[in-house]
């Protein structure tokens, strides 16, 4: 096995160099090898990304200790590579150490991430639905554990170096030529494991807790609206935006009202005098009654459209209409006046409505 570049000795500091030691350092060298001032020089050029590379590593505490350790782990785990040596994997480039090279395990707990997106569901009434309402939406979120600041170590323990990865977050085992990398199952790509785990969030750094929004339910809201609050979802990690919050509503239904889109179908009944005459029967709308004009002649089942009381367009100014539906009714029971009159009536009918029905 190759010697593996001692970042120190590059720096030419010691082991225990405080930060301020090692930034000194690292500020001397690069001026002096800095290719700007040494033009043409390929020595020069090498030193210089060499410096570069043992400053982004020692400077940056978690590699530094990850670092420290790494070497032991690194012996146990090399016979995994089958004689292609791990230095030709990672220290060609000494930032890919803990980069790609050994799998975007790592690499992606790193990465700033968008939180993930929230939904929640708020009921509302059918009244509600249509003026617009402001509601409470209680929403359980993933926040930072209270106790352990999402360390997930007991308060007064701290996480230490994965030993069975070097904190590399990954281990490597080889396939005939090749070698491949794979999430360590010690620390679940971590590179850090919990001796003492927090008892309040068990380890996982995070809780659950619940955030109350005040949302405006726009009016014209239907069953399975969705209104986005932006930025109210999951907190994002690593310093990434949080998502977004999607409130999805429920409508209980009206005992009146069937929505059709923007239109308000409601039934009307009327009776058969009613529908062959014609007549002006008094509806609801949900502004209040209204009187209808129900022509003569009309037949049951008939929309009669009363324009603009129906539900408000919920992009926009425009209203839907209400759809009255014609039911004609008969009577279950009849006095003597009416049987009387109906039967007088079916005397001088000459009405036959099977005719249209079944003539060839
Ligand atoms: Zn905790
Ligand atoms: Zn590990």
Redesign the pocket.
Known sequence: MAARPDYYKILGVGKNASEEEIKKAYRKLARQYNPDRNPGDAAAEERFKEVQTAYDLLSDPEKRRAFDTFGAAGTRASPGFGGVRVEDFDLGDLGDLFGSMFGGARRATRQPLRGDDLEARVRISFEDSLTGVQVRVPVEVDSV???????????GTSPVVCPECGGRGVVSEAQGLFAFSQPCPRCHGNGSIVEK???????????RTTKRFSVKIPPGAKAGTRIRLKGKGEAGRNGGPPGDLYVVVDVDPSRLFQRRGTDLVLDVPVTYAEAALGANVEIPTPDGPVSLKIPSGTESGKLLRVRGRGAPQIRGNGRGDLLARVKVTVPKKLSKAEREALEAYGKVSRENPRERVFSP
């Open positions: 554990c209270s106790a352990c600041h999402g360390t997930g170590a007991e308060p785990p927090c008892k309040r969030c068990r380890g996982s750094g995070r809780e």
